[in-house]
């Protein structure tokens, strides 16, 4: 593949990637507009129409929706991504403070999945039908059909209640992070190893494995060198997806643990109506899932540079 | 571990699935695939649908019914109360048995609602391709983009929160599945040279996708309804879990397992049963989709 390739490729894909963006932050401006009004859930009782008004008008929620849109894209091409209604503040100094507690959880998450997904899914390719495959296999199984809520509970039970080892919620110690990262972990983790496990079984039966074993190279060259590269394609692809599986699984998980991070913000800010954070915490998810695809894109490069990209859209 | 003294035929597979083993007559598929964890599956599902669908018919008692005397009663204590009662002493087997029921009444209709929806939307874009393909895709790739709960909370919101909308958003949440598997495989399709020969002699739109192409995604299509159906059970539970699916008091395993987190150090079992019983019966459909998808041989879920 050559560079000018490349970068059509590239470009093509962060259109695609823009559009996609477009399509949702204009799709979460009207569903949140639907979802009520924010001033009436702001002001007090004894509040006068004219107070209603006032603030609406200060808001700039007295415009047609249609305006309010095409101001709220103006802003977003200077950056600015509005006042948070509730907290006063710029949306995106509300969203970014929460980042870090997500963050905290969520790339650990995903890190853990491949790191241990991939050897775990391997291995058990190798061994299988025998009893550690069952045992993998088994197990993943189980994360994928598990929801990470009633693990939280188990977790929270065995080792908070009864075991004392863990506290049952907040963020406060390094204590705090173990069971939400592992709640938050399983899931990925078990759609990766189920993956690799299927994706390797299928190159182990490829004649260019048996080429490699005739030409007398060795077991761990074949495995690394031939199989794996082969056997990861898929494999990537669905990491791609897993940024969006934690994502919509830390809101869960945070609800859980009483977590302050982007989950708890969005679904507080969804019951105030505060349309600029939810609006903003929307465009960042689908941004982070958009920015993983693209990668995955360019992984793709550099595990197989024959791919043809022409036809992928 | 005893390994087994007689080696296992070394089975060759090629692509279609069909093993060569020589001197051993060939054994129907489905059985050949078939395990004690399978069968086990389909035993727990078998008695959990039934267990669901006679508390429908025989009606043991009020889901909702308190008795303030018998609160918290842990299970196996009470001969009234089997598997225990919550903290306002409502009886934990009859609200597991309601919240079952309404797991599956929402994963089996918004599967095939969702089913129907998704399998038009990909056949639509993988056989008229163009500008309706792009459309179809381009939504699925929006709302793909979106985090699902957050969607979830929003039109919980706009619509209310009723069983119908919670049906809704689940088939919401399964269309995009179907649309792109579905899409990819009429895409090759409808190049092979059965589906040209078919036009070539004249056949119709309706006819080439009714006879030739429906047919032959049917397998994958079967696969991931089973899948689905397991999905949606925990999507709903989920949703109920945060409040937003089915509302207290009807019983739903979500908002019950909620229900029991207060009371938790002392009460184990409000939270845990019916965590268990979402567990069993995921774990239970999830078996049964891998099986069915090792007998028809297709690549999906």
Redesign the interface.
């Known amino acids: 593949m050559t560079g000018v390739n490349l970068a059509r490729f590239l470009a093509f894909r962060l259109l695609r990637t823009l559009l996609t963006l477009l399509g949702v932050v204009a799709l979460t401006f009207i569903l949140g507009r639907l979802t009520g009004d924010p001033v009436a859930l702001m002001l007090p009782q004894q509040a006068t129409l004219e107070d209603y008004n006032r603030m609406r008008a200060a808001l700039g929620l007295d415009q047609p929706v249609a305006v309010q849109f095409v101001r709220y894209l103006e802003g977003l091409t200077r950056g600015d991504l509005g006042r948070s209604i509730i907290f006063q503040r710029p949306a995106a100094e509300v969203v970014a403070e929460r980042i870090p507690a997500t963050l905290a959880l969520g790339a650990p998450a995903l890190l853990l999945s491949v790191v241990l997904g991939v050897p775990l899914g391997m291995w058990s390719a190798y061994q299988r039908n025998r009893l550690l495959d069952r045992l993998i296999a088994g197990l993943s199984l189980a994360g994928q059909s598990l929801p990470s809520f009633a693990i939280a509970i188990v977790l929270i039970l065995v080792f908070s209640v009864t075991l004392r080892w863990t506290p049952t919620f907040g963020s406060d110690t390094w204590r705090h992070y173990i069971l939400p990262t592992i709640t938050l972990t399983l899931y990925p983790l078990a759609i990766i190893i189920r993956l690799t496990r299927s994706s390797m079984l299928e190159v182990l039966n490829q004649g260019y494995m048996r080429t490699a074993a005739a030409k007398g190279l060795s077991d761990r060259f074949r495995a690394t060198n031939h199989a794996l590269p082969n056997a990861l394609i898929p494999v990537v692809t669905v990491i791609g997806l897993q940024v969006a599986a934690i994502i919509s699984g830390a809101a869960i998980v945070e609800a859980v643990f009483a977590w302050p991070g982007l989950g708890t913000l969005a679904v507080g800010s969804i019951g105030g109506r505060d349309y600029p954070v939810i609006q903003t915490i929307v465009l960042i998810s689908a941004a982070a899932f958009g920015i993983a695809n693209l990668l995955v894109d360019l992984a793709y490069f550099a595990i197989d540079p024959r791919i043809q990209t022409a036809g992928r859209g | ?1 005893a390994k087994a003294l007689t080696p296992k035929p070394t089975a060759l ?1 090629s692509r279609n699935g069909t093993t060569i083993q020589r001197g051993i007559p060939p054994r129907p598929r489905w059985l050949r695939e078939m395990n004690a ?1 399978v069968v086990l599956a389909a035993v727990v599902l078998l008695l959990m649908v039934s267990a669901v669908l006679l508390v429908g018919v025989i009606s043991p008692g009020d889901p909702t019914a308190q008795s303030l005397r018998a609160r918290l009663t842990p299970p196996l204590i009470n001969p009234d109360y089997p598997l225990g009662t919550d903290s306002t002493g409502r009886d934990l087997l009859i609200r597991l048995l309601h919240g079952g029921r309404i797991s599956l009444l929402i994963g089996i209709t918004a599967t095939i609602i969702g089913t129907i929806v998704g399998v038009a939307l990909g056949v639509i874009s993988g056989y008229a391709r163009g500008w309706l393909d792009e459309v179809i895709s ?2 699925a ?2 709302q ?8 979830a ?3 919980a ?2 619509l209310g929160r009723s069983l119908a909308v919670l049906i809704g958003l689940a088939a919401l949440s399964t269309w995009p599945i179907y649309s792109r598997v579905v899409r990819g495989e009429v895409l090759s399709l409808r190049e092979r040279d059965f589906v040209v020969a078919a036009r070539a002699l004249g056949a119709s739109d309706a006819h080439i996708i009714t006879r030739h192409l429906l047919p032959n995604i049917a397998a994958p299509i079967l696969v991931l309804a089973t899948i689905n159906i ?1 999905r949606i059970i ?1 999507l709903e ?2 949703l109920s ?2 409040g937003i699916g089915i509302q207290p008091p009807t019983p739903s395993w ?1 908002n019950m ?1 909620s229900d ?2 207060e009371v ?2 002392v009460a ?1 079992w409000i ?2 049963l019916p ?1 268990l019983a ?2 069993l019966l ?2 239970a ?3 049964l989709g ?1 099986w069915l998808r090792d007998v028809l041989d297709v ?1 999906v879920g």
């Open positions: 571990m597979r964890t381009y939504v790739e929006v793909l983009s979106l985090p699902f709960v957050l969607l909370i929003a039109v919101l706009v397991g925990l539970s989920g879990f945060l979500g397992i029991g987190r938790l150090p184990w939270s845990t965590a979402l567990m995921t774990l459909i999830g078996t891998d690549a």
